[in-house]
């Protein structure tokens, strides 16, 4: 039955980014148009809803930053993520990282927190706690593959994992001493009031599809973008953006606008921790396999640094990999002579210790650099170190959702 799921989700990404063909395919995507006006209507209205103050929108008093995006996955959110994060911790801020947990199994009972006076913290207030940024508490399967891989990489940042924001946000501010609250994935959590919106835009498909939910991979239409602090484009390659800026100005004449690489630093085996060069990969024979939203991109990146790639396998994105899938998976690697595997760095953190390892298995760690904007970039970095600085609204509520 799990596997029958995983296959139909697989399927239906496939029929959404074209990938899948035929009159099954082309009656799937006629039916998913219909539903996405249906979306569309849903999306606008609660924005309005929340603009006019019809439904509560919650202030817990701190800085509280969205890192979010138009479209589903894809845009290389969690690295940014980590960059702002290690730079805010490292110029003095308490952050703190608020995640919803996407694909996080419930924990059978809360765990344990006593208040500064000894006294038991409330269970039914209790969100996940991922990492207090002093020691790493749970583990992917609990926390959610992306909340544990930054739990992992960042010392002195903590990590809450909660559907309510609010409530994880409460909680890390009065419990962990939090002073700064990054939202992550968090443009379309409206229940809590975010003093700046950073808006990540993948270079090589700015608004995913172009079309909304469920046909598409769009969450907003484009013209949403208006409601962006700050603009990040994503794994560029160094080549001029304007005509991709000429766009975004269409929707967003104002946000400063970021350009960044999300380029690959080294191999890191997934159970040993051994690091190896880029140049490993070179003229190897290699097997990818991968849970993401988009592993085109990721098998492109494979190749560009001389990996032979001939085995792609992939998964529905956040997948949790099972032995049975995995030594299945090796023991193709092994008849076909593959040198080595490679998934990504979110894969890794879910990947089960397979009974016999004949093949090695690395990730490809990514990391961001800023390309263009680097006064946008300090100036925002400024601007969340200094949050009381005359005039700036980050402390403030923002009333800038379209209509």
Not at 170 to 197: E, K, N
Not at 329 to 348: G, H, N, P, S, Y
Request: glycine share 8%; net charge positive.
């Amino acid at each position: 039955m799990k596997e029958t799921l995983a296959e139909l989700e697989v399927w239906g990404a496939d029929v959404i980014f074209g990938r899948a063909k035929g009159f099954r395919a082309g009656m799937m995507r006629l039916a998913m148009s219909a539903l996405s006006g249906v979306y569309r209507v849903i999306v606008q209205t609660r924005l309005l809803v929340f603009r006019k103050r019809w439904k509560q929108q919650h202030h817990l008093g701190t800085l509280v930053v969205s890192i979010g995006n138009l479209t589903v996955g894809g845009t290389g959110k969690t690295p940014v993520v980590e960059l702002l994060s290690r730079t805010l911790r490292d110029r003095g801020r308490r952050v703190a990282i608020l995640s919803r947990g996407y694909k996080s199994r419930r924990l059978k009972e809360p765990q344990n927190w006593k208040n500064r006076d000894g006294t038991k913290f409330p269970a039914d207030k209790m969100p996940k706690l991922v990492s207090t940024g002093r020691a790493l508490l749970l583990d992917s399967k609990f926390a959610g593959d992306e909340p544990f891989m930054l739990a992992r990489n960042l010392d002195g940042v903590a990590v809450v994992v909660d559907k309510d924001r609010v409530k994880g946000g409460r909680f890390a501010v009065g419990q962990l001493g939090a002073d700064t609250l990054l939202l992550d994935d968090g443009l379309q959590y409206l229940h809590l009031s975010h003093g700046i919106d950073i808006v990540l835009i993948d270079r090589s498909a700015p608004f995913g599809t172009g079309a909304l939910l469920p046909r598409g991979t769009l969450r907003e239409p484009p013209r949403n973008l208006c409601r962006a602090s700050y603009i990040l484009i994503t794994k560029c390659d160094g080549s001029p953006n304007d005509a991709l800026i000429a766009k975004l100005r269409r929707h967003n004449r104002v946000a400063p606008i970021i350009e960044c690489a999300h380029g690959p630093r080294y191999l890191e085996e997934v159970f040993t921790g051994q690091r190896q060069p880029l140049e490993f990969l070179k003229d190897k024979w290699t097997a990818a396999i991968s849970g993401i939203a988009v592993p085109e991109g990721f098998e492109r990146g494979l190749e560009k640094l001389g990996a032979r790639l001939e085995i792609r396998r992939r998964f529905s994105d956040h997948h949790r990999f099972s032995r049975k899938e995995i030594g299945k998976f090796l023991q193709r690697c092994i008849e076909r002579d593959m040198e080595l595997v490679v998934t990504t760095e979110k894969d890794a953190v879910r990947f089960p210790r397979p009974k016999e390892q004949t093949v090695p298995i690395y990730f490809l760690r990514i990391e961001v650099e800023i390309l263009k904007g680097h006064d946008a970039w300090n100036d925002l970095v400024t601007r969340l170190c200094h949050p009381s600085a005359p005039g700036d609204p980050v402390l403030r509520h923002r009333d800038a959702y379209a209509l």
